[in-house]
């Protein structure tokens, strides 16, 4: 549905009003999504849904809200040019394939940023800013579900892909190492980007391996990653990895100290033989050092 005039100037005044208070919305959208939807966290990384207490005093932004914000504020004041953040929301919808995100979860998000934005906005709220946002956001998550439709269906044209997840196993103890892993120094797009330690940190060599023996497909292009799906101190989370090399049939992983504290104690649990599960590989990682 597109704007009417009305709508689209006053969406237009009120992005650019609320622009440079866009982390602190989408931090509020998450936690009131969060909030109505807590069966839903398990989607999201635990380290991504950190507080980042070095964005202002008193400030609590969540990583995840950082890029959201960004793309979310860029797209509705170039609405009419949604042709330039293809690849952007290409990189999004590949995530939400790997963690096999539901169309019907939009509109609950949509809901969440429309009280946050009304929020920030008060007695500025009107009802044509806020058909806008709402139209605005439809908009944006219309071609995201379409993106993911079409990334799925291009992956059950592929040999030896699955859907959901697959169990893999750990073949070899997990190992700090010296050696280069494949092309990858990164580990994670998940970490909280005020977690390196202002030392070169060391990379630890993890290996899985499917539990059936079966196959694996190709992994054609450079960073391309999976979900892990965890199950840490109780509670379920997703965390995506990009795989660092193939070696004799097993994936090959590039860990960092700074995949997150929590993750990184979770695999210093793991032992050979315990089971992980897995999405299959797709995308590549949307870095926060990439917005500006």
Same mark, same amino acid.
């Given at each position: 549905?597109?704007?009417?005039?009305?709508?689209?100037?006053?969406?237009?005044?009120?992005?650019?009003?609320?622009?440079?208070?866009?982390?602190?919305?989408?931090?509020?959208?998450?936690?009131?999504?969060?909030?109505?939807?807590?069966?839903?966290?398990?989607?999201?990384?635990?380290?991504?849904? !950190?507080?980042?207490?070095?964005? !202002?005093?008193?400030? &609590?932004?969540?990583?995840? +809200?950082?890029?959201?914000?960004?793309?979310?504020?860029?797209?509705?004041?170039?609405?009419?040019?949604?042709?330039?953040?293809?690849?952007?929301?290409?990189?999004?919808?590949?995530?939400?394939?790997?963690?096999?995100?539901?169309?019907?979860?939009?509109?609950?998000?949509?809901?969440?940023?429309?009280?946050?934005?009304?929020? +920030?906005?008060?007695?500025?709220?009107?009802?044509?800013?806020?058909?806008?946002?709402?139209?605005?956001?439809?908009?944006?998550?219309?071609?995201?579900?379409?993106?993911?439709?079409?990334?799925?269906?291009?992956?059950?044209?592929?040999?030896?892909?699955?859907?959901?997840?697959?169990?893999?196993?750990?073949?070899?103890?997990?190992?700090?190492?010296?050696?280069?892993? !494949?092309?990858?120094?990164?580990?994670?797009?998940?970490?909280?980007?005020?977690?390196?330690?202002? *030392?070169?940190?060391?990379?630890? &060599?993890?290996?899985?391996?499917?539990?059936?023996?079966?196959?694996?497909?190709?992994?054609?292009?450079?960073?391309?990653?999976?979900?892990?799906?965890?199950?840490?101190?109780?509670?379920?989370?997703?965390?995506?990895?990009?795989?660092?090399?193939?070696?004799?049939?097993?994936?090959?992983?590039?860990?960092?100290?700074?995949?997150?504290?929590?993750?990184?104690?979770? *695999?210093?649990?793991? &032992?050979?033989?315990?089971?992980?599960?897995?999405?299959?590989?797709? !995308?590549?990682?949307?870095?926060?050092?990439?917005?500006?």
């Amino acid at each position: 549905m597109s704007l009417s005039p009305d709508e689209a100037k006053a969406l237009a005044t009120s992005v650019k009003t609320l622009q440079k208070q866009g982390p602190k919305i989408a931090t509020e959208m998450y936690d009131k999504f969060y909030a109505a939807n807590p069966e839903l966290t398990s989607y999201f990384s635990i380290c991504f849904l !950190g507080k980042d207490h070095k964005a !202002g005093e008193g400030a &609590k932004i969540t990583l995840m +809200a950082k890029v959201m914000a960004h793309i979310l504020f860029q797209f509705i004041l170039n609405i009419e040019r949604e042709e330039q953040f293809k690849a952007d929301l290409e990189k999004i919808a590949a995530k939400h394939v790997s963690r096999m995100i539901k169309p019907e979860f939009f509109p609950l998000l949509r809901e969440a940023l429309c009280t946050a934005v009304s929020d +920030a906005l008060g007695d500025k709220a009107t009802p044509e800013c806020m058909a806008g946002w709402r139209k605005g956001y439809d908009k944006m998550a219309g071609i995201l579900i379409q993106m993911q439709v079409d990334m799925e269906a291009d992956l059950k044209k592929k040999p030896n892909t699955w859907e959901g997840f697959r169990k893999f196993k750990l073949v070899a103890p997990i190992e700090a190492t010296t050696e280069t892993i !494949g092309q990858s120094s990164s580990g994670s797009s998940d970490s909280s980007e005020d977690e390196g330690t202002g *030392f070169e940190e060391k990379v630890y &060599k993890m290996i899985l391996t499917p539990v059936d023996a079966g196959a694996l497909p190709e992994v054609d292009k450079f960073g391309q990653y999976v979900a892990l799906r965890l199950t840490v101190d109780g509670k379920v989370t997703h965390r995506n990895y990009n795989i660092a090399a193939v070696e004799g049939g097993n994936w090959v992983f590039a860990l960092r100290e700074n995949v997150g504290k929590v993750c990184f104690a979770y *695999f210093n649990t793991l &032992k050979v033989g315990d089971e992980v599960e897995v999405s299959q590989p797709t !995308g590549s990682f949307l870095l926060l050092e990439s917005l500006s």
